[in-house]
C-alpha cells in the first residue's frame, strides 16, 4: 500500500465537440503517477491541455468537453467513477483548486472570508468562528497585510497578487490532499509573482500536500516542482524529474521551449560616429486623465516628467509594470492623448500635441502597433484591405501596384501569399501579429512604437517574431520604440533601456548598462525577481523580500514614488526630500538619493 | 477598519442614489416639456375644438382668451406643469369635468390589475427563468426557451382571444368581460379580472423569465462560478449563494421594465376585456383628442417607468459593492 | 452567393428553419398576396357573416359577408410592409445617431444621448399614442410615428456597440494613421456592427408588428378602407363571442409572423440582447 502512488492518472482522454457535433480528443494518452507530498508540474504552451488535465484530477471538464476514458485516481478514491454528489464531496475538501486569474475567481459581491471558509463550512469540518479563526492565522501565513481585518473586504479593493495569496488560503482551509495550481502568478507583474511563489512554497507545499502545478514558465516551475511532464497539443512529449528535464532535456520541443525562454541576446548595429539630429525627442512630458492644473499636472496623471531620444534606426526599450505608464508614453507620441505639459518632437520639429494638426506625413512616419493582434486588427477585414488601406492613405497606391506591394509585405513578414483573402479570424495568433507589423511597415514609417508585441503570444511564436523584428530592423533601418514587461527580452534587443515606475523614470541608460549592477533599487527589484532555470534560484534570490521601516512620507509632490517598496529607503532622506537625477559611472542615469556605494550589487 | 470603510461606502452609495433620483427628475422634466410641445404640434386648438366648425373668428378668440390659450407657450407649460405637481391637470374637454377626477375613478383599477398580476407573473417568472438556466442547452430550457420566444411575440390580443374562446365560451368558467364595480365582493372581482389578469400573466412572464435566464446565465460562465463548483458548492447553493448577488441587478431591471409594461402597455388587454383602467382611459382621450387628460396620462405613466427604473437602479447600487463599499 | 444563405439555412437548427420559412412566407404574401386573393378585397361575397371554413371562403367570412382570404391576403401587405418600412427607418436613424455619438466624442454623445434616454423614458405605446392623437393616422403618418417610436431603443443598442468598438485597439491605430471619422465610423465601427443590428432590426420590426397591429386593433392606427391584419381583428371583434375564424384568422396570421421572426433571430449566430 505504502508503494502504491498518491495519484495516479492512466491513459486519460478528454474530449469535445466541434461546431459540425463530431467529437474529437483535445488530450489522450495521458499517464502520469506522483507520491505523496511530491509537486507536478505540467508544462505547455497555449493549447497544450494543461489545464484541461489539471481539471479532470478534480473530475471537473469545462461545459462542452467530456472525460471520455482513462482513469484519474486520487488516494482511494477512482475519479472517473465517482457521481456527482460524491465529486462535490471530494472538491474544496480532499482536493482544492488555486485558479488562473484570482480576481475574476473571487465572487466580487461577497467578502473575502465569507468565500474562504466557504469550502470548510459545505464541508461541515468545522464551525464558522474555528474557521475563520483558521483563515487569519493562514492570511498571516501567506504574508498578508491586515490579517485580522483582510476578510472582512471584498474582491475589488485588494490586488491581484494579494487575491491570489487569498485563495491558497481558501484551498488550505480544508487541510486537502492535492492542490492543483493552475497558473496560479501569470496574471502577475514579476515582482509580485516572487512574493507569491515564496508564500505558496512556504505555505503551500511545505505542508506535505500532494500539488499540481501547472505553468507554462519553465523557470518558474524549476522553484516549485518535483517532476515535469511536458505537454504539446494534448499529448506528452517528455516526463521526467525536474532537474532531469532542466538539465538533459531528451525531446527537440522541450529544447525549443526552453531556448524560446531566454531570449537570445541580438548584436544591435553599430551607431554613426557623430550623432545626428535624434529622430524622436521627448521633453518633460507630463500626460495623465482630468483636469490640468496650473502647473501643467493632471488630475491622474499617469506620465510625469518624462524626456528620451531615440536616434535613427535606433531601438529604445521601455520597461515597467503593469500601470506604469509605458503604453501612455506611445499613446501620447501617437497622438491618442494629448499630454498636459512637455514636447514631442520629431525630426526636431514639435508635433501637434493631439490628432488633430498633425500632417498626413507626419502621422506615416510614426505606427502604431499594439500588443494584441485579435483587437489591433478589425476582424470584419481581409488581410489585403488591412495592408491597402495605408498603402491606399499614405502612399495613394491602389489597384495593381498596390497589389504587388501588399505581396512584398507578405513576403517580408515570411506569410505565403495564399493567406492575403484571409479574414483576420482564419488566422493564428504568430501570423496575426505579423500582419500587424506588416501594416505599420505598409506606411514606411521612420519609427514604430511596438506595445507589448510578444507578450499576448507563446514563447515560441513570440520569439520568432523578435526575428523578424530585428531582421526587418537590419534591412530597412526603422527605430523602434519596444515596450514591455519583461526585463530579460529588453535587456536582449534594444540599444537604449527606460524603466518606468508608477510614471517616472528611474533609471535610463545603454543597455551595456544594464548587465552589471549597480542600478536603481526598482531595476534591481525587476531584474532579481525574473526567475533562473535552475532549482533553489527563488531561496537565494534576495529580491521582494520587502522594505525595512521608515517613519512617516512627507506630502512633498516629488517623493521618490518607489518608496513604499524600495528595499535601499533610508529613513529621514527618501520619506522627506524629493530624490535627484543622477548618473553612474557606467553610463547610466538614476532618480535615487543613493549612490553608486550604497546601492547593494545584484 | 472595517467599519470606517462600511460608512464611508454607505455615505457613497447614497450620493449615488440621490443623483440618480436627481436625474430621474430631471427626465421627469423634460419628458413633461416633450409631452407638451407634442400636444402643442396639434392642428388647431382646444377652443375651436370645444366650438366646432361654425364658430366665428370672436367667439373662439374669447374662448382662447378664457381658457388662457392666448398666453406664450413657456407661460402656459409652466401654468400646466404647476397645475399637474399640485394635482390639478386640469379640465377634461369631453368628460367636463377636472382630469383628477376622471383619472382618480380609474387609477385604482389600474394599480390593482397591475399589481395582482405581478403576484402571480414574478414569482412564475424567476421559477421559469432560473429553472430554464439551470438547464441550459438541455431539453427542458430549449423547450422553455422556443415557448417565451414565442409567447413574447404573439400580440395580446390573440392571447386573449384564444382565452375567451377557451375559457367563456367553450368551458363558459370565466365571463368574457371584465366588469367591475365597486359594490362587487372580492371573489366576484377576481373572477371578474381573471381573464384581464391571464392574459397580461402569459406575455409579461415570457418577458421576465427570458431575461432573468440571460441574466443568469451571463453569470453562469465567470470563473467565479466554476470555482465555487470546484469548491464543492451543491447546483442549487451556487445559483442561490454565487450566481444571484451578482445576476439580482439586471433581474430587478428586467422585472422593473415589465412591470412598467403592466400599466401603461395593458390598453389591448383593457380594451378587449372592457376593463375600466387608466390605460384605456388614454386611448379614448386619443379618440375624442381630450389633450388635458392625454397628457395627464401619458405623464403618469412616464412617472410610473421612471420609479420602477429608479427602483431597478436602487437595487443595483445596494447589490453592488463596488458601488456600495469602495 | 445563393449557395452560402443556402448553406447557413442548412446549418440553423429546426426552430431556426421553421421561423425562416415563416419569413419568407408572409414576405411572399406581402409582395404577391393581393394577386392570390380569391375575391376582390371589398366585395360582398358571402351570404352568412361569420362563417366558418368552406370550400368557397377557405377562411370564412366576415362580419359583412366579405371573404376573410382574400382581405388577410391585402392586409398582410400592410402590417409587412408599414412594419418593414418604419423598422429600416428607426434602425438606419438610430445606427446613423450612434455612430455619429460614438466618434463624435463626449460633446456630441453627452446631449444626444440624454436626449434619447429621456425619449425612452416614455414608454412606446404611450408615445406612439401621444404622436397619433397630435399628427393623426395616415399611412405615411404612422409610418413615421412608428419609426421615432423605436429610434431610442435602436439608438442604444447601437451606441453600446459602437462605443465599446471604438474603444477597440483596430480604431486606436486608425485614429493613430491618421483617418477621419467618416471612415472610422463606416469602414472600421459599422462592419462589426452587423450581425448584432440585424437581429436588433428583426426585433424592431416584431415591436412595430405589434405596435401597428396593437393601434389598428384599437382603431387608431390604418383606417377604413384600408386594412391591415390588426384591422381586421378589430372589425370582427363581434365575433369573439361565438369564436368566429374571421377574428381568429388575422391574429394567428400576426403571431406567426412575428414569432417566425423571433425564432429565425434567436437561431442566428451571434445575435444581440433583447427584449
Redesign the interface.
Known amino acids: 500500500m505504502t508503494d502504491r502512488p498518491h495519484i495516479e492518472v492512466k491513459d486519460l482522454c478528454v474530449t469535445a465537440r466541434n461546431a459540425q457535433g463530431e467529437t474529437f480528443p483535445i488530450v489522450s494518452g495521458i499517464d502520469f503517477a506522483l507520491k505523496r507530498g511530491e509537486v507536478l508540474a505540467l508544462i505547455g504552451e497555449s493549447g497544450s491541455g494543461k489545464t484541461t488535465i489539471a481539471?479532470t484530477l478534480?473530475g471537473?471538464a469545462?461545459?462542452g468537453a467530456t472525460i471520455a476514458g482513462g482513469s484519474i485516481r486520487v488516494g482511494d478514491a477512482e475519479l472517473t467513477r465517482l457521481d456527482r454528489t460524491a465529486?462535490?464531496?471530494?472538491?474544496?475538501?480532499r482536493i482544492a483548486?488555486i485558479?488562473?486569474?484570482a480576481a475574476?475567481?473571487?465572487?466580487?459581491?461577497?467578502t473575502i472570508m465569507d468565500q474562504v471558509v466557504?469550502?470548510a463550512l459545505?464541508?461541515d469540518l468545522m464551525p464558522r468562528d474555528k474557521a475563520e479563526a483558521k483563515a487569519v492565522e493562514l492570511f498571516r501565513a501567506l504574508a498578508l497585510p491586515?490579517p485580522d481585518?483582510i476578510g472582512?473586504?471584498?474582491p475589488?479593493?485588494l490586488s491581484g497578487g494579494q487575491l491570489q495569496r487569498l485563495m491558497a488560503a481558501?484551498a488550505l482551509i480544508t487541510d486537502p490532499e492535492l492542490i492543483i495550481l493552475d497558473e496560479p502568478t501569470t496574471a502577475l507583474d514579476v515582482t509580485t509573482q516572487i512574493e507569491v511563489l515564496r508564500a505558496f512554497k512556504a505555505v503551500v507545499l511545505e505542508r506535505g500536500a500532494t500539488a499540481i502545478y501547472v505553468s507554462h514558465d519553465l523557470a518558474v516551475v524549476a522553484q516549485m516542482a518535483d517532476q515535469i511532464v511536458v505537454l504539446n497539443q494534448g499529448r506528452i512529449r517528455e516526463a521526467g524529474a525536474s532537474a532531469q528535464i532542466l538539465h538533459s532535456p531528451a525531446d527537440d520541443y522541450t529544447r525549443t521551449l526552453m531556448a524560446a525562454a531566454r531570449p537570445a541576446m541580438r548584436p544591435t548595429p553599430a551607431r554613426a560616429a557623430v550623432p545626428a539630429a535624434p529622430l524622436l525627442e521627448i521633453r518633460g512630458l507630463t500626460a495623465g486623465y482630468g483636469k490640468i492644473d496650473k502647473a501643467g499636472r493632471p488630475r491622474m496623471p499617469v506620465l510625469r516628467d518624462i524626456n528620451l531620444t531615440i536616434e535613427r534606426g535606433a531601438t529604445l526599450g521601455v520597461i515597467g509594470e503593469s500601470g506604469s505608464g509605458k503604453s501612455t508614453i506611445a499613446?501620447v507620441i501617437?497622438?491618442?492623448l494629448p499630454p498636459a505639459s512637455g514636447q514631442v518632437l520629431l525630426d526636431g520639429e514639435p508635433l501637434p500635441p493631439g490628432?488633430a494638426g498633425?500632417s498626413?506625413d507626419q502621422?506615416?512616419r510614426?505606427?502604431?502597433v499594439?500588443?494584441?493582434a485579435d483587437?489591433?486588427?478589425?476582424?470584419?477585414?481581409s488581410v489585403q484591405q488591412i495592408l491597402e488601406?495605408?498603402l491606399a492613405?499614405y502612399h495613394g497606391l491602389k489597384g495593381n501596384a498596390a497589389h504587388l506591394r501588399v505581396m512584398e509585405l507578405m513576403d517580408l513578414i515570411r506569410l505565403p501569399a495564399t493567406l492575403i483573402d484571409r479574414n483576420i479570424g482564419g488566422l493564428s495568433g504568430g501570423q496575426k501579429q505579423r500582419v500587424n507589423l506588416a501594416?505599420a511597415l505598409a506606411?514606411d514609417p521612420q519609427l514604430i512604437l511596438c506595445d507589448e508585441v510578444t507578450s499576448a503570444l507563446d514563447t515560441v511564436v513570440g520569439a520568432a517574431i523578435l526575428d523578424l523584428m530585428a531582421e526587418l530592423r537590419r534591412e530597412l533601418g526603422i527605430a523602434t520604440m519596444f515596450i514591455s514587461h519583461d526585463i530579460s527580452t529588453v535587456k536582449a534587443i534594444c540599444d537604449d533601456i527606460l524603466v518606468l515606475y508608477a510614471g517616472t523614470m528611474v533609471e535610463t541608460g545603454p543597455r551595456a548598462a544594464f548587465q552589471t549592477a549597480p542600478f536603481h533599487p526598482y531595476t534591481d527589484l525587476l531584474i532579481g525577481s525574473v526567475p533562473e532555470m535552475r532549482a533553489g534560484w527563488l531561496e537565494e534570490s534576495h529580491a521582494g523580500r520587502g522594505p525595512p521601516p521608515i517613519g512617516a512620507a512627507g506630502d512633498h509632490p516629488d517623493l521618490c514614488r518607489f518608496l513604499p517598496r524600495c528595499p535601499a529607503r533610508v529613513d529621514g532622506l527618501c520619506n522627506i526630500t524629493p530624490p535627484p537625477r543622477h548618473p553612474l559611472a557606467k553610463g547610466n542615469r538614476i532618480l535615487c538619493h543613493l549612490g553608486a556605494e550604497s546601492l547593494c550589487p545584484s | 477598519m472595517a467599519g470606517a470603510a462600511t460608512f464611508s461606502g454607505m455615505k457613497a452609495a447614497l450620493i449615488l442614489i440621490g443623483k440618480r433620483f436627481a436625474s430621474s427628475l430631471l427626465t421627469l422634466l423634460l419628458v413633461s416639456m416633450t409631452i407638451f410641445v407634442i400636444a402643442q404640434l396639434l392642428p388647431g386648438d382646444a377652443a375651436q375644438e370645444a366650438l366646432g366648425q361654425s364658430a366665428t373668428a370672436e367667439q373662439v378668440a374669447a374662448l382662447r382668451h378664457e381658457m388662457g390659450l392666448d398666453r406664450p407657450a413657456p407661460v402656459r407649460y409652466a401654468s400646466w406643469l404647476s397645475g399637474m405637481v399640485s394635482g390639478d391637470p386640469g379640465q377634461s374637454l369631453v368628460a367636463n369635468m377636472p382630469v383628477a377626477e376622471v383619472i382618480s375613478s380609474r387609477l385604482p383599477n389600474s394599480l390593482l390589475l397591475a399589481a395582482l398580476t405581478a403576484l402571480i407573473a414574478v414569482p412564475a417568472a424567476l421559477a421559469i427563468g432560473i429553472g430554464s438556466a439551470m438547464n441550459r442547452g438541455g431539453r427542458i430550457d430549449r423547450a422553455l426557451n422556443i415557448t417565451t420566444l414565442s409567447m413574447v411575440a404573439v400580440p395580446e390580443f390573440l392571447v386573449a382571444t384564444i382565452a375567451v374562446l377557451l375559457f367563456s365560451v367553450e368551458l363558459r368558467w370565466l365571463p368574457s368581460i371584465a366588469l367591475v364595480s365597486d359594490e362587487m365582493s372580492w371573489g366576484e372581482y377576481l373572477r371578474g379580472v381573471a381573464m384581464p389578469i391571464l392574459t397580461l400573466s402569459v406575455v409579461v412572464i415570457a418577458q421576465m423569465a427570458r431575461m432573468t435566464r440571460a441574466a443568469v446565465i451571463d453569470q453562469m460562465d465567470r470563473p467565479y462560478v466554476e470555482m465555487a463548483v470546484l469548491k464543492g458548492v451543491a447546483p442549487v447553493q451556487v445559483v442561490l449563494k454565487h450566481i444571484m448577488p451578482n445576476a439580482i441587478a439586471p433581474i430587478v431591471n428586467a422585472m422593473a421594465l415589465s412591470l412598467s409594461y403592466l400599466l401603461g402597455g395593458a390598453v389591448i388587454v383593457e380594451t378587449i376585456f372592457n376593463y375600466p383602467g387608466l390605460a384605456s382611459l388614454m386611448v379614448n382621450a386619443v379618440t375624442s383628442r381630450d389633450m388635458p387628460l392625454l397628457q395627464a396620462c401619458a405623464m403618469i405613466f412616464c412617472a410610473a417607468y421612471l420609479i420602477l427604473m429608479l427602483i431597478a437602479d436602487v437595487t443595483a447600487i445596494l447589490a453592488n459593492p463596488r458601488l456600495r463599499a469602495q | 452567393m445563393i449557395a452560402v444563405s443556402l448553406q447557413k439555412a442548412k446549418a440553423l437548427p429546426l426552430s431556426g428553419k421553421i421561423g425562416l420559412m415563416l419569413v419568407i412566407f408572409w414576405l411572399a404574401i406581402a409582395l404577391f398576396g393581393p394577386m392570390l386573393a380569391p375575391y376582390p378585397v371589398g366585395a360582398f361575397v358571402a351570404y352568412d357573416v361569420f362563417d366558418g371554413y368552406s370550400a368557397a371562403h377557405w377562411l370564412g367570412s366576415d362580419y359583412l359577408g366579405r371573404d376573410v382570404l382574400s382581405r388577410l391576403l391585402s392586409g398582410a401587405r400592410y402590417t409587412v410592409g408599414l412594419a418593414a418600412a418604419a423598422a429600416m427607418l428607426a434602425s438606419a436613424t438610430g445606427t446613423a445617431l450612434a455612430l455619429t455619438a460614438a466618434v463624435g466624442g463626449p460633446r456630441v454623445d453627452e446631449p444626444l444621448s440624454r436626449f434619447m434616454d429621456m425619449l425612452i423614458s416614455i414608454p412606446s405605446k404611450i408615445f406612439s399614442l401621444v404622436l397619433v392623437a397630435a399628427f393623426g393616422s395616415s399611412l405615411p403618418l404612422l409610418l413615421l410615428i412608428a419609426a421615432i417610436t423605436y429610434v431610442p431603443g435602436n439608438y442604444r443598442i447601437a451606441r453600446a456597440l459602437a462605443v465599446n468598438l471604438v474603444q477597440m485597439d483596430y480604431v486606436q491605430v486608425a485614429k493613430a494613421r491618421g483617418e477621419g471619422r467618416f471612415h472610422i465610423a463606416i469602414a472600421e465601427v459599422l462592419p462589426n456592427m452587423i450581425h448584432p443590428l440585424l437581429a436588433d432590426f428583426g426585433l424592431r420590426f416584431v415591436f412595430i408588428v405589434l405596435l401597428l397591429s396593437g393601434l389598428s386593433f384599437l382603431g387608431l392606427g390604418v383606417q377604413p378602407p384600408d386594412a391591415d391584419l390588426g384591422s381586421l381583428v378589430r372589425e370582427n371583434i363581434s365575433g369573439l363571442g361565438e369564436g368566429a375564424l374571421a377574428i381568429l384568422a388575422p391574429a394567428v396570421a400576426i403571431a406567426t409572423l412575428t414569432v417566425g421572426v423571433n425564432l429565425l433571430i434567436d437561431a442566428l449566430p451571434g445575435r444581440g440582447k433583447g427584449r
Open positions: 481539471l478534480l471537473h469545462r461545459p465529486l462535490a464531496q471530494l472538491r474544496g475538501n483548486y485558479a488562473q486569474s475574476a475567481a473571487f465572487n466580487p459581491s461577497r466557504e469550502p459545505i464541508h491586515f481585518t472582512a473586504r471584498y475589488h479593493q481558501m499613446r501617437a497622438g491618442l490628432l498633425r498626413r502621422f506615416r510614426v505606427q502604431l499594439f500588443q494584441n483587437t489591433a486588427l478589425n476582424p470584419a477585414h488601406r495605408p492613405f501594416r506606411a
